[in-house]
């Protein structure tokens, strides 16, 4: 009963994030997404750093993947915010990965190795 508010809460932490990155990604390439990628690194790390909890790694996955999903496709207007180019690719490219990474990253604490 305790676990699914923080589920939620990260889930819709990582939708928040995820629609701050996909707008602002594009900014001032390649400053921009490189300070998108660095944001979302660190929220993923401070979140594993503060639970050490997979789950909620893994509902702040969804979140943010699921954003970039749906504000990845066309809008009524024909505008795209995740373009086919190369600012696009590296942005999915590195938002995918940050995210494996930290969903497989073992817990390490007090009398853990590894």
Do not use: E, K
């Amino acid at each position: 009963m305790n676990r699914l508010p923080r589920l939620v809460g990260a889930f819709v932490g990582g939708a928040i994030t995820g629609i701050f990155a996909t707008i602002y990604h594009a900014y001032a390439f390649p400053i921009g997404l490189l300070a998108v990628l660095a944001t979302i690194f660190f929220v993923f790390v401070g979140t594993h750093f503060l639970t050490q909890s997979r789950a909620i790694s893994v509902a702040l996955s969804f979140g943010l993947l699921g954003v970039m999903a749906l504000l990845s496709g066309l809008d009524p207007f024909g505008t795209v915010l995740i373009t086919a180019d190369s600012r696009g690719l590296f942005f999915m490219a590195g938002t995918s990965t940050i995210t494996v990474v930290s969903v497989a990253w073992p817990r390490v604490g007090p009398g853990r190795r590894g």
